[in-house]
């Protein structure tokens, strides 16, 4: 009988303590002055390609990773037309943005930029990519550093705009308490819309002595790299699919503008093949016809 009335001992202190902190958390006139929990910024991002990427999209990629300290790389997805899987792989890995390089005949990069695993999904066309070890800049910054965020005005200014800035925030701002993240803040990255298209830059805040003293440093920009330009192509609502949000009707796929250089090279080599006829014709109609008399004189 002694343990069991210890046990019951015990449950009643234990339910004596429970009272006492719930009445500790309310006030004298009844109400709650217990205070809400802040939100905790979570973001964690998939960094996968698809299968034919060239080297210089590798680099790429390898620079974002260095750049975003909370990316998880995944390894290269096998099928094109199984997008859908990608929100498993997500939520496999924790992650609840996903960043996914699309490569198209070696040489053209789509990227697709995704809330997991209810959207939305943003499908963008890269374009002039320029990596960290191509451009060779002066500019250098810490590695797993948080960046400062810089976004044009002009993103304001549309619809579009807005869910790009949106979900970019979420994607390109590294939380401040993500694994591999150092509590340092050295570096910005720029989006600015220009002739409809996103140009990305990235610049080290280089900080120098005042020339008054006790006066403001001086601040200014060096580029890191990488840069590149993305040409939004069209937002859906869900991840990796459902309803068109936005579509740009400005959009050209680089295959047809392949396909209309190869017409005019076309065009040209059947221009030059009809003047070469003409000018056989011509040879043809300017030829004059033999003299019979010239020969009954050579044989005189």
């Known amino acids: 009988m002694?343990?069991?009335?210890?046990?019951?001992?015990?449950?009643?202190?234990k339910l004596d303590a429970k009272g006492k902190r719930k009445m500790d958390d309310i006030d004298v006139d009844g109400d709650d002055v217990q205070q809400p929990k802040q939100k905790r910024n979570k973001q964690r991002v998939l960094l996968l390609s698809s299968r034919g990427i060239t080297h210089r999209m590798r680099h790429l990629m390898n620079d974002l990773e260095t750049l975003l300290p909370h990316v998880k790389k995944d390894s290269k997805l096998d099928s094109k037309s199984q997008l859908h899987l990608l929100p498993e792989i997500a939520d496999l890995n924790n992650c609840n943005n996903t960043l996914y390089f699309e490569a198209r005949r070696h040489e053209d990069l789509y990227m697709w930029a995704t809330k997991t695993p209810n959207g939305p999904s943003i499908k963008l066309h890269?374009?002039?990519?320029?990596?960290?070890?191509?451009?060779?800049?002066?500019?250098?910054?810490?590695?797993?550093?948080?960046?400062?965020?810089?976004?044009?005005?002009?993103?304001?200014?549309?619809?579009?705009?807005?869910?790009?800035?949106?979900?970019?925030?979420h994607i390109f701002g590294v939380p401040p308490l993500a694994r591999k993240a150092k509590p340092f803040i050295d570096h910005v990255l720029t989006f600015s819309i220009l002739d409809n298209k996103i140009w990305f830059r990235n610049f080290q805040i280089m900080e120098k002595d005042p020339l008054q003293p006790n006066g403001p440093p001086q601040t200014s920009l060096v580029e890191i790299g990488p840069r590149f330009v993305l040409t939004p192509i069209r937002i859906f609502e869900g991840a990796f699919g459902g309803a068109t949000i936005y579509s740009n009707p400005e959009f050209v796929t680089p295959a047809s503008v392949r396909s209309v250089i190869?017409?005019?090279?076309?065009?040209?080599?059947?221009?030059?093949?009809?003047?070469?006829?003409?000018?056989?014709?011509?040879?043809?109609?300017?030829?004059?016809?033999?003299?019979?008399?010239?020969?009954?004189?050579?044989?005189?």
């Not at 320029?130 to 810490?142: F, S």
């Open 2 to 13: 002694a343990p069991l009335l210890t046990a019951q001992k015990a449950y009643a202190a």
């Open 126 to 169: 890269v374009q002039n990519v320029h990596t960290m070890d191509e451009l060779k800049m002066t500019g250098n910054c810490l590695k797993g550093s948080r960046g400062i965020l810089s976004f044009d005005k002009a993103f304001d200014e549309t619809e579009w705009g807005k869910l790009t800035k949106e979900v970019f925030t």
């Open 262 to 300: 190869r017409h005019a090279r076309g065009d040209k080599y059947r221009q030059r093949k009809e003047a070469q006829e003409e000018t056989l014709k011509r040879k043809v109609l300017r030829k004059r016809d033999e003299d019979a008399l010239a020969v009954s004189k050579v044989f005189a």
